[in-house]
């Protein structure tokens, strides 16, 4: 028994050490690259600065903050700010002894003292000790009233009006669904799966412009991608565990399709947080009156896969549109707390990510079914594109 005991540990002994062989070895390899001056003598020229203005806040009339960051491999130092051409003092940070000098990744806020008028556009540079400058264009500005109490409150309103409200409108045809032949049912499903796949294009276009505008050093696409991928893989694994080697039952699928409704809605609470943030309150009426015309053809979308069989208890639809509609209220907050590219597309990467895993869970349902390439399936997944398309109108004018 003892000798049996003490083999047992040596496998596990061994399996260890070969498993951590390689990371000991790489480490050792390190250490000698670093230890040795391999690649003394050796003529280069310096790395350049990279730095990356990512958004400006407005606090009041008299202030400009920009929220800077150092994409660089070497230490920066700023030195100057211009104001339109014109040297402008300033102060990076608390001000303190060496707060103008930032380490690579490092981020900091410099405040410019500076008197501007709303809707001027404005353009600022920031100029290195070493002379290197980097600009950035203030479009229309306006004064940003901040994070308040009333804020916060009115931005809950606006969620409830935008996200909650209509999606639960649109779950209302929910008895018009129960009474269509399964071969029209199909058809309203394949328009659930046209709406997603609007909003998931939708998502992605704004996603990858969003990095753009991510300071370089976290590679903006790079991270749009993970996150599409990520989200994928993690909702698939979410709906695994809910079928547990089965076909994902039609309430499973309604809860799969409200998350990733209620991932995209999230992204949209951005922006009218954002809107209402950066002091653009006729934006955000905008954004509000067309989000909920827009959010009102996604209720049908969430309660499609109930259509077919016994109807669930009325404590699920509730579920379902608090899911599918409350997180415009939390992405609202969000957006009013930090205008933030890198926040910004990585939600709107997860929810394209969320509703392509939902609209495969879909298309495997109407082809366990019927037929998936159906004329009534084609017709609705074309009317779901079309309808989301026209009231997509409303959110740009």
Known sequence: MGETATAGRRVRLGWFLRAVAPVVLLLVLLGVVVALPLFAGVQSGEPLPDVT???VS???DETLALHVTNNGPEP???SQVLVEEAYWTFAVGDGGPGAATLAPLESATVRIPYHWTPGWDLHVSLVL???ATFGHDIV???PQPGVTTDVLQTLALVGILVGVIPVALGMLWF???RDLPQYYLHGVLALAAGVLTFLAVDAGVEAFAEAGAIPGAFEGTLLV???ILGSVLLIQAVAAHLRDGEALSPLGLAYMVALGIGLHNLAEGLAIGGAFALGRASLGAFLVIGFMVHNLTEGPAVVAPLAEGRRPSLWHFGALGLLAGAPVVLGGWLGSLAQ?????ALFLAVGVGAILQVNWELASLIRREGRLASPATLSGFLVGLLVMYATDLLVAL
């Open 53 to 55: 203005i990512s958004h």
């Open 58 to 60: 407005l606090p009041n």
């Open 76 to 78: 920066v130092t700023i």
């Open 129 to 131: 000790a070493n002379g």
């Open 140 to 142: 229309a500005p306006q």
């Open 175 to 177: 008895p018009v669904m």
């Open 225 to 227: 991608v993970t996150a």
């Open 340 to 344: 933030s590219p890198t926040l910004g």
